[in-house]
C-alpha cells in the first residue's frame, strides 16, 4: 500500500456523457404506440488540494434509464369473450452515486482520510410485464450512505499503526400502487392488486478495526482487532394481501379459483449481531528463499452459544532457485488453517 502526501496535488478532473433515445430505435412489436423514452450515463470526478495539508478528491455517477414494460395479456370481455390485450407502461428507473474524500496530513507521521458515498436507486412501475397488468405496479426506493475514516500513524521506522472505521446506513423500500387482492389466471393474466405488499428494510452496519505492523529483523509481524455491530429492522406484508390462482379464462369466468394463498402474521422483525476477532501474524523468513507464516485468529459473537473459535494457519514459501542474489522464476507455497463463516442476521 502507497500512501501519497496530502497537499500536493493539482486540480484534475474528467467528465463523460452518454445517452440513447427512443427516435433512434425501433417500435416494440407487440404495442402499436408507446411512450417516449431514453437513457442518460453520465459519470464525473475531480480533485485538488487544500492548502499544504490536505486534498480532496469526489466523484459522481447518474444514470438514468426511461424505459417501458410491454403488456401482452388475455383478458374476458363484459361477454366472456376472450381478447388480447397489449400496452406500453413506463418504467423509469435511476441511479446516483455521489463519493467525497479528503486526505489530511496531521502531523508528519499522520494521515486521517475521511470518505462519504450516497448510493441512491429509484423504480417506478416495476413489477408489470407480460401478463402482470398495471395493477401489478409497485415503486422502490434505496438509500445507501456510507462514512469511512482511516487513521494511519508511523510510529517508529519499523512500526505502522492504522485505524478504520465504517458506518454504513441502508434503507431499502418497495411500496405496492394497489393493495387488493391478487388475480392469478395461468397463461393468461395476472391483476388485482400488488402481492409484493410494502417491504421496508432498515439497516445499521458499524465496524472499528486497529492493525498494527513492524518488521523486526527476518520477522514481519502484524497483529490487530476488530468490532462489527449489524442491526436490521424490517417491515414486509408480501402476500398479506391474498392471492387468487384460476386454471384459465374458463375458470375465471366461472368465478372457480383453484387455489388461495395468503400470508398472515407478525409484519415487523429486527435483529442485532455483534462479533468481535482479534489476530497476530508473522512472517519468518528462514532464508532469502524460504519464508514460514504463521498465525493464529479468535472471533466470538452474540446469538450462538459456541464461543470457542480459535482459527490457526500455518504455511510456507520457497522459491527452489532462489537465493544469492539470483531472482526466483517459481515459487512453491502451501499451507493449512482454520476459517470460520460468521452467523449473518439473515438467519
Do not use: C
Not at 450512505?145 to 434503507?171: C, G, K, M, P
Not at 417491504?199 to 482487532?225: M, P
Request: avoid cysteine; charge should be neutral.
Amino acid at each position: 500500500e502507497i500512501l501519497t502526501k496530502p497537499g500536493t496535488d493539482k486540480v484534475h478532473g474528467n467528465l463523460m456523457v452518454m445517452g440513447n433515445d427512443s427516435a433512434f430505435n425501433s417500435l416494440n412489436p407487440f404495442v402499436t404506440s408507446e411512450p417516449s423514452y431514453y437513457t442518460t450515463f453520465m459519470n464525473g470526478s475531480i480533485g485538488g488540494s487544500l492548502g499544504k495539508k490536505a486534498s480532496w478528491f469526489g466523484s459522481v455517477f447518474r444514470r438514468d434509464n426511461a424505459s417501458n414494460s410491454i403488456i401482452n395479456a388475455d383478458l374476458l370481455d363484459a361477454n366472456s369473450n376472450v381478447y388480447n390485450y397489449s400496452a406500453a407502461v413506463a418504467n423509469p428507473q435511476s441511479r446516483l452515486d455521489v463519493s467525497p474524500r479528503f486526505d489530511l496530513q496531521l502531523g508528519d507521521k499522520n494521515t486521517l482520510t475521511v470518505r462519504y458515498m450516497l448510493d441512491r436507486q429509484m423504480q417506478t412501475n416495476s413489477g408489470v410485464s407480460q401478463f402482470a397488468l398495471q395493477t401489478q405496479a409497485y415503486n422502490v426506493a434505496n438509500y445507501e450512505n456510507s462514512l469511512q475514516v482511516s487513521d494511519t500513524q508511523v510510529l517508529s521506522a519499523n512500526t505502522v499503526n492504522e485505524t478504520r472505521f465504517q458506518y454504513i446506513r441502508a434503507h431499502d423500500s418497495q411500496i405496492a400502487q394497489n393493495i387488493d387482492p391478487t388475480v392469478s389466471v395461468q397463461g393468461a393474466f395476472t391483476g388485482g392488486g400488488s402481492n409484493a405488499g410494502v417491504v421496508r428494510d432498515n439497516q445499521d452496519r458499524f465496524e472499528l478495526e486497529n492493525d498494527t505492523t513492524e518488521a523486526k529483523g527476518a520477522h514481519a509481524i502484524e497483529f490487530g482487532a476488530r468490532l462489527r455491530l449489524t442491526r436490521d429492522a424490517n417491515f414486509s406484508t408480501s402476500g398479506f394481501n391474498g392471492n387468487y390462482i384460476y386454471s384459465s379464462l374458463a375458470a375465471y369466468a366461472a368465478k372457480t379459483p383453484s387455489e388461495y394463498d395468503v400470508t398472515a402474521g407478525k409484519a415487523n422483525s429486527n435483529v442485532a449481531l455483534f462479533d468481535a476477532g482479534v489476530f497476530y501474524q508473522d512472517d519468518f523468513k528462514l532464508r532469502p528463499n524460504l519464508t514460514l507464516s504463521y498465525g493464529l485468529r479468535y472471533e466470538a459473537q452474540n446469538r450462538i452459544s459456541d464461543h470457542n473459535d480459535w482459527a490457526p494457519r500455518i504455511s510456507v514459501a520457497w522459491a527452489p532457485a532462489g537465493g544469492k542474489g539470483a531472482p526466483a522464476k517459481t515459487v512453491i507455497r502451501a499451507g493449512y488453517g482454520w476459517f470460520y463463516d460468521r452467523f449473518g442476521a439473515s438467519y
